[in-house]
């Protein structure tokens, strides 16, 4: 089971990213699928979440209507849009796969993301 990140980086405030989470090693259309960010000093925050059918997603309320989670299952990928981003917004951003019956539970490495001038 692997989930790779990428995409992370250093943007000025108010510039976009997205961030790439590659899956293999499980069936991904059986998976739930999020991004968490954890700044130095805090702790770990559920961003988004992107349910198993693609159908349903959730987003903290910090980041509503500037992040998009999205998910293709034909490359078992998984990214999340980031616009218009802000200072508070560094951290490292980690991609996680939850089955939807409780049977797995798997972390990606992270990738930082830094917003500054």
């Known amino acids: 089971v692997q989930l790779v990140e990428s995409g992370g980086g250093l943007v000025q405030p108010g510039g976009s990213l997205r961030l790439s989470c590659a899956a293999s090693?499980?069936?991904?259309?059986?998976?739930?699928m999020s991004w968490y960010r954890q700044a130095p000093g805090k702790e770990r925050e559920l961003v988004a979440t992107?349910?198993?059918?693609?159908?349903?997603?959730n987003y903290a309320d910090s980041v509503k209507g500037r992040f998009t989670i999205s998910r293709d299952i034909v490359t078992k990928t998984v990214y999340l849009q980031m616009n218009s981003l802000k200072s508070e917004d560094t951290a490292v951003y980690s991609c996680?796969?939850?089955?939807?019956?409780?049977?797995?539970?798997?972390w990606g490495q992270g990738t930082q993301v830094t917003v500054s001038s």
């Open positions: 992107i349910f198993s059918t693609g159908a349903i997603t």
């Open positions: 090693g499980f069936t991904f259309s059986n998976y739930h």
């Open positions: 996680r796969a939850l089955h939807l019956a409780g049977r797995g539970d798997y």
